[in-house]
């Protein structure tokens, strides 16, 4: 039997790669602003929807700050208007994108079970989000996802961002608060590991991630390697780690996940 799943978030790169991988299901996506819940309720409605990819949200953690309230609004009071109305309409399958921002920075990978103290005002509305899903439905997953890039990733994310101020610049760079260590996750391992789950019914909490830390300032070689140029880097007097222990990820989904982060970036 074919289900018919809702997707939030279709123009970020993860929903572009779902639009692309579709299976046998059927795929609606949604494209005005999950804070109206009137078009939401109409667009659940007209395409009898069973499945919830909940993707959207405003993550670049610089975007975030800049605007908080509008962040808080959309990542937390959308999910409510979005979480509402699939349990008044008993949606089978719930998923939500959360983060590995929910976590503080512990040296060792982390666990589910490990305590949410976020690391950002991001990660603050995310655990909201999180919790509110914990609270109303019972068939959910909530994927923790750990760090992103692709190829194609926007501007203000930092590897995008990255690339572009070391491609353009004439001078030796100075390059700040990198001394940190992130774990890198394709979208492609994300989009099937979101398939992978649907098929299973998963229901519970999950870290997303590849489960080997890169060190940022790595990174950033490897860019500028690639670009011959130049830089100083100007360390954070505090380093943070966000790591997944991912043993319940793959021994659910079976996945080997890519952890080559060159071909991520180029």
């Given at each position: 039997m074919k289900l018919n799943i809702g997707v939030t978030g279709y123009s970020g790169s993860l929903g572009k790669l779902i639009r692309k991988n579709k299976s046998k299901n059927n795929y609606f996506f949604y494209k005005n602003d999950i804070r109206n819940r009137k078009k939401l309720l109409t667009w659940f409605k007209k395409n009898n929807l069973?499945?919830?990819?909940?993707l959207a949200a405003i993550v670049p953690i610089?975007?975030?700050?800049?605007n908080k309230k509008k962040a808080y609004n959309?990542?937390?009071i959308g999910t409510k208007n979005i979480v509402d109305i699939s349990k008044s309409l008993n949606i089978k399958w719930f998923f939500l994108a959360s983060t590995s921002h929910v976590y503080k920075s512990y040296k060792i990978p982390i666990k589910e079970n490990f305590q949410t103290i976020p690391i950002s005002y991001y990660g603050r509305t995310k655990l909201l989000a999180e919790k509110y899903v914990k609270k109303n439905l019972k068939n959910y997953c909530i994927g923790r996802i750990f760090s992103t890039s692709n190829k194609n990733q926007r501007k203000n994310y930092l590897?995008?961002?990255l690339k572009d101020k070391i491609k353009k610049t004439k001078k030796t760079l100075?390059?700040?608060?990198l001394n940190?260590?992130?774990d890198f996750v394709s979208m492609e391992d994300i989009a099937k590991v979101i398939n992978l789950l649907l098929k299973k019914k998963f229901?519970?909490?999950l870290n997303i991630g590849s489960g080997k830390g890169v060190y940022l300032k790595n990174i950033a070689k490897i860019i500028l390697y690639k670009y011959k140029k130049k830089a100083i880097f100007s360390d954070n007097k505090k380093r943070t780690y966000l790591v997944a222990n991912n043993k319940k990820l793959k021994k659910i989904?079976?996945?080997?996940?890519?952890s080559n982060i060159t071909k991520m970036i180029f």
């Open positions: 069973n499945v919830i990819f909940h610089k975007i975030v700050n800049m959309v990542n937390y590897i995008p961002d100075i390059l700040k608060n940190h260590y992130r229901v519970g909490t989904t079976k996945l080997k996940f890519e």
